[in-house]
T-cell receptor
Framework: GAVVSQHPSWVICKSGTSVKIECRSL??????MFWYRQFPKQSLMLMAT?????????EQGVEKDKFLINHASLTLSTLTVTSAHPEDSSFYIC????????????FGPGTRLTVT | GQNIDQPTEMTATEGAIVQINCTYQ??????LFWYQQHAGEAPTFLSY????GLEEKGRFSSFLSRSKGYSYLLLKELQMKDSASYLC???????????FGGGTRVLVKP
C-alpha cells in the first residue's frame, strides 16, 4: 500500500512554455502533499506544502506565481512550471502523507524536467 | 533555522560495515528519518527514530541521541546494490514537513 505515482516521468519542453506535473496517491487519501526539487548531486529541497482544498504554502525563495500548485482532491496534486527556463531543469519529486503517526511521507518516482 | 550535516561521500568494501553520521540543529524536533536514494529515483524509507536509542531493521540500524543532536545509520554486510545516496531528514515539532540534509553518497567496491 501507500503508492504514489507521478506523470510524466520525464519531459522536455522549450523555454517559455509551461509544464504540468501530476502527483497521485493510488491507494490512499493524502491529507498533505509535498513538492520537492532536486538538482544533480544535491539533496531534496522542499518547494511547497499543499493540503486538499486550500492554498499551498511555499518555502522561502520559491516563486508561487511561477510554480503553481493545485491540490484539487485527496488523491491528486499538480505542479505547473510556468514560463519555464533552462535553470528550471531539475528532478521534481512529490510525496504524500497520511494523517497518522509517524506522518511518514511516501515519495513518488519523480519527474525529470529538461528545458531547452 | 534548520541545519543538518552529513558527510558528502563514503567508500566501503563489499561485506564491510559503514556508519553514516548526521548532526542536526533545528528549531524543533519530532523525529528523524533516513532514506535511501538511487540515482534518478525517488527516496525510499529506511528508518525512523523519535526516541533515543538504536532501531535495528535487518542489515540497517539507526541510532539517535536527541541531547547531542546526532544520529547515525549503520549498514552491515554491505552489498553492491547498497551503493546509493543516504539522506538524513528531520521533522520539526510543528507540522509534518521534512528538512533534508545534503545526503551522503556511498560507493561499495568489490
Amino acid at each position: 500500500g501507500a503508492v504514489v505515482s507521478q506523470h510524466p516521468s520525464w519531459v522536455i519542453c522549450k523555454s517559455g512554455t509551461s509544464v504540468k506535473i501530476e502527483c497521485r496517491s493510488l491507494d490512499f487519501q493524502a491529507t498533505t502533499m509535498f513538492w520537492y526539487r532536486q538538482f544533480p548531486k544535491q539533496s531534496l529541497m522542499l518547494m511547497a506544502t499543499s493540503n486538499e482544498g486550500s492554498k499551498a504554502t511555499y518555502e522561502q525563495g520559491v516563486e508561487k506565481d511561477k510554480f503553481l500548485i493545485n491540490h484539487a482532491s485527496l488523491t491528486l496534486s499538480t505542479l505547473t512550471v510556468t514560463s519555464a527556463h533552462p535553470e528550471d531543469s531539475s528532478f521534481y519529486i512529490c510525496s504524500a502523507s497520511l494523517r497518522r503517526d509517524p506522518y511518514e511521507q511516501y515519495f513518488g518516482p519523480g519527474t525529470r524536467l529538461t528545458v531547452t | 533555522g534548520q541545519n543538518i550535516d552529513q558527510p558528502t561521500e563514503m567508500t566501503a568494501t563489499e561485506g564491510a560495515i559503514v556508519q553514516i553520521n548526521c548532526t542536526y540543529q533545528t528549531s524543533g524536533f519530532n523525529g528523524l528519518f533516513w532514506y535511501q536514494q538511487h540515482a534518478g529515483e525517488a527516496p525510499t524509507f529506511l528508518s525512523y527514530n523519535v526516541l533515543d536509542g538504536l532501531e535495528e531493521k535487518g542489515r540497517f540500524s539507526s541510532f539517535l541521541s536527541r541531547s547531542k543532536g546526532y544520529s547515525y545509520l549503520l549498514l552491515k554486510e554491505l552489498q553492491m546494490k547498497d551503493s546509493a545516496s543516504y539522506l538524513c531528514a528531520v521533522r520539526p515539532a510543528a507540522g509534518n514537513k521534512l528538512t533534508f540534509g545534503g545526503g551522503t553518497r556511498v560507493l561499495v567496491k568489490p
